[in-house]
């Protein structure tokens, strides 16, 4: 139950980073998933576990990572569309 859970907040916060970036993350829901718990593994990693915590999750550090994550996909991806162009 908890993997499931931690899975529905990964989602959560990989919604949550596409919208304030204004970006749309591939893969639809599964790309949120999986950005909201790279995003997580990332903030954690860059900024410790603090503020609020939510099924397992620290919030703020999750998003940070996950607006992170998504930012640096973005770049990415638009540069390999302008390549083709």
Do not use: H, Q, T
């Not at 993350?25 to 860059?46: E, F, Q, T």
């Amino acid at each position: 139950m908890e993997f499931l859970l931690y899975l529905i907040m990964g989602g959560i916060i990989g919604w949550l980073a596409g919208l304030i970036l204004g970006k749309d993350i591939p893969g639809g829901i599964i790309g949120n998933i999986i950005a909201g718990i790279v995003g997580a593994w990332i903030g954690a990693a860059l900024f410790g576990e603090f503020g609020p915590e939510i099924w397992g999750v620290s919030i703020i550090p999750a998003l940070i990572g996950a607006l992170i994550l998504v930012f640096v996909l973005s770049l990415i991806l638009g540069a390999m569309n302008k390549r083709r162009d």
